[in-house]
């Protein structure tokens, strides 16, 4: 969005403020459009994407998020900036919720900001660029994205954003049933199925959010994921932003003038952005031939440099090559690649090395592999063949100096005027960096590059002289992330090829003209996030045709499943176990353990007791449990009443089924413990005369003392299925401890049972 508007504002308040003064009678229309800005680039970040059904049932992902977008040619920094969001039409201001942004994005570059999730439904997104916890409606909304880390007082429709508000807005989104939107109406409306997205990638920006915006499957974008599209030739449009209540503008915004996207990388093939000479040296403090000539690629995108020269021209106009790059050589966007004389003397390595001199009045010439194609050069006389605009003076003297393009030094060396005197700057001591050297575009840090793995195979194997084998291969990026893009050169036959990939994958054709057996090697060169890697293949080729075998396809053994069980359990505690000075039903514990071979979260399982009846199943709360890791849970916190005449204890697994379960009888003595033996959780050996060990190893017999504070109450051992005319007979200060457990235990509590022999003057039942 463009922000420059104090000057059109302030004269539309004088105007207005003079016409009231002077009794001037305003028409009733709208104001009249502003001629729009002329035709340049999209200069600010935008909202590429918005999803709120994050977590809801048919969600593909566990939270809302929102995704940033650079349409522009240049890095754009989010530091200090926020997004900020309201409900479509209620009265709450934008500063309700704010998520703070950092960092900085490259041109095409996306940055993900993770919200809030609504239920445990979805996957996980990839990782977030930035956290907040706003909980976005699915349907409709209004988000914005600041140029502050302040929350706006306003919200577009109660309460109407003022000028200096709008101001702090770089871009707007109202979705759905929003009354506070860009251009003539909102965007369309989202659900738990489809995301709102931008157009053409996020290059789209009409500045009217009903023709930039459409609904799809949600696909959430990082800052890892390669750039899939280029934004050029965008018109900067002028803001329209429509507020129920206060019309605040009403100017004419103008249309998308085009886009260009592409799928891959700069095809090195074809002229693209150009990699640079940006460092030389010509003679240096060792001796005439102490040189080195640094390149730097100031684009966007990674180069395929393999096969390109360096050639050099002497006073005369005589060329000649003096080193050629290495085959799988790329230059990453902010990379620099170093080469040196043999007499070099720098402390900093060269990535190549040549043997000739160069001319101190001549040439240095960057020049494709053809040897006719020239992508830079520069020259120090007027005779060199090699020269750009005026050439520099030679180098006077042997001392460390250099020439270096500007900007030069942390800033890197990214003008290029074609005009060598104009570009160059004489640089003491010189300063080489070489291929290794961390990223850095423009004075912009880079990413850190990422690990990959690369895996080939062919078919068939064997083969037969002089016929294709099919070579394919797949990238992957170590831990996870986008998927890597670039060349793969496949080499070790008599007729080798190169793959572009496409989704991380590709394949091509080889052939080999002799029999016997081969290695066919894979070389990925990387690209602008991920670093290179390489594989092997052996491979067997015969004279003449034989029964060829058919490879038997190793099944992807399936991830070790969570295996989580009920491990102990002690329905009619005799003890304060859970340390909360009172023996009572809050020290029933139910115990789980982990024996399975990976971690596992608990959240989405649930405790119950029997089915359908008794207490109300508890859902367990977000923990992990480590392999063999175990986790107590106490009636006090579950709420779940076990009863001591017989009940059931199960264990709910997130999608509904029953997970593990054990059913018991009446139990016949307080800290009477269930327990599984062995103490693996994963057998069926479950043992009804454990010794109680919450959180330890289960055991028939122990010394462990339970915890209490010194004042717990004293015990009644009274069943909690007893009426209370038992526990007023039986328990402190009035009973008269004439309990019977011989009597009572012995047939259990079932069918309501008569005691005729009760001394009682009510009839008693048991139950």
């Known amino acids: 969005m463009h922000h420059s508007k104090q000057f059109w504002r302030g004269l539309f308040f004088i105007l207005l403020i003079t016409a009231l003064c002077g009794g001037m009678a305003l028409p009733a229309v709208s104001l009249p ?47 200090g900036w926020s997004i900020q969001y309201t409900s479509a039409t209620g009265n709450g201001p934008f500063s309700n919720n704010v998520t703070t942004l950092s960092g900085s994005l490259a041109p095409g570059q996306y940055y993900l900001v993770q919200l809030a999730s ?20 699915a349907t ?4 914005l994205l600041a140029s502050i880390a302040t929350g706006l007082a306003c919200n577009g429709s109660s ?43 996020g290059c789209s920006d009409t500045e009217n959010n009903n023709i930039d915006f459409a609904t799809s499957t949600p696909n959430a974008r990082n800052t890892t994921t390669t750039p899939v599209v280029t934004c050029s030739s965008l018109l900067t449009a002028t803001e329209q932003f429509n507020q129920t209540g206060t019309a605040i503008f009403n100017e004419t915004a103008t249309a998308l003038a085009s886009i260009t996207a592409s799928t891959a990388p700069t095809d090195t093939s074809s002229p693209s952005g150009n990699v640079v000479i940006s460092e ?48 799988s050589t790329i230059l990453r966007s902010g990379q620099y690649y170093l080469i040196t004389n043999n007499d070099y003397s720098g402390t900093v390595s060269g990535d190549l090395t040549y043997g000739t001199g160069i001319t101190n009045a001549g040439g240095i010439a960057i020049v ?27 180098l006077p003297d042997n001392s460390d100096a250099s020439y270096e393009r500007k900007e030069g030094g942390a800033d890197d060396s990214c003008v290029d005027t074609n005009n060598n005197a104009s570009d160059f700057s004489n640089r003491a001591p010189s300063n080489p960096q070489n291929h290794a050297m961390p990223l850095s575009l423009c004075g912009v840090p880079g990413p850190t590059l990422k690990p990959t793995t690369i895996t080939i195979t062919d078919s068939p194997d064997p083969s037969l002289r002089n016929n294709n084998v099919l070579v394919s291969v797949v990238v992957t990026a170590t831990g996870g992330g986008s998927t890597p893009t670039g060349i793969v050169r496949i080499t070790g036959a008599n007729t080798n090829c190169s793959i572009t990939l496409s989704n991380g994958r590709g394949s091509c054709s080889v052939s080999f003209s002799t029999s016997g057996n081969k290695v066919l090697s894979a070389l990925y060169s990387g690209d602008n996030f991920y670093l290179g890697s390489s594989d092997t293949e052996s491979h067997s080729v015969t004279l003449t045709a034989t029964a060829v075998r058919t490879p038997t396809r190793t099944p992807t053994p399936r991830p070790p499943p969570p295996l989580i069980a009920i491990n102990e359990f002690v ?133 462990v003392n339970p915890p209490t504070s010194g004042n717990a109450d004293e015990l009644c051992p009274i069943a909690d299925t007893l009426p209370i005319d038992f526990v007023l007979a039986e328990c402190p200060p009035f009973g008269n401890n004439i309990w019977n457990s011989a009597y009572w235990d012995r047939n259990g509590w079932y069918n309501e049972r008569f005691l005729p022999d009760s001394p009682g003057k009510w009839n008693v039942f048991a139950d």
């Open 33 to 79: 459009a502003r001629a729009a800005a002329q035709m340049q680039t999209v200069s600010h970040i935008v909202i590429s994407q918005v999803y709120g059904g994050g977590g809801n049932n048919n969600a593909p992902y566990l939270n809302d998020y929102v995704e940033l977008f650079n349409p522009s040619d240049g890095f754009l920094s989010l530091d």
């Open 118 to 137: 609504g239920g445990g439904v979805g996957n996980a997104l990839p990782t977030p660029d930035a956290i907040g916890t706003t909980d976005l409606a």
């Open 140 to 143: 409709n909304g209004k988000i």
């Open 159 to 201: 309460d109407p954003c003022d000028p200096a508000e709008i101001d702090n807005i770089v871009d707007l989104v109202g979705y759905g049933t929003a009354n506070f939107y860009e251009g003539d109406g909102s965007a369309p409306a989202g659900s738990n199925a489809n995301a709102i997205f931008r157009s053409n990638n």
């Open 280 to 327: 030389f040296r010509t003679r240096g403090p060792d001796s005439a031939d102490d040189e080195f000539i640094e390149l730097y690629n100031p684009t966007s995108n990674w180069v395929d440099i393999s096969g390109w020269k360096i050639n050099a021209s002497n006073d005369n106009g005589t060329i000649s090559t003096r080193a050629t790059i290495p085959t």
């Open 368 to 394: 494709r592999s053809d040897n006719t194609t020239i992508v830079d050069q520069v020259g120090m006389g007027t005779d060199s063949a090699y020269k750009e605009g005026t050439p520099l003076p030679p």
């Open 571 to 703: 329905p009619r505690p005799g003890h304060d176990w859970n340390n909360d000075g009172v023996v009572n039903v809050g020290d029933e514990f139910i115990e789980l353990i982990n024996h399975g071979v990976i971690d596992v979260n608990l959240s989405g399982y649930s405790l119950d007791d029997e089915v359908n009846i008794g207490s109300s199943p508890f859902r367990l709360p977000s923990v992990t449990l480590r392999p063999g890791e175990r986790r107590v849970f106490y009636g006090s916190e579950t709420n779940l009443l076990l009863s001591d005449g017989g009940d059931g204890v199960r264990l709910i697994l997130p999608n509904g089924q029953l997970g593990d379960a054990f059913n018991y009888r009446v139990v016949r003595f307080p800290d009477q413990s269930y327990c599984r033996l062995p103490d693996n959780g994963g057998l069926d050996d479950w043992n009804e005369n454990c010794f109680p060990t919450p959180g330890l190893q289960n055991s028939l017999a122990g010394t």
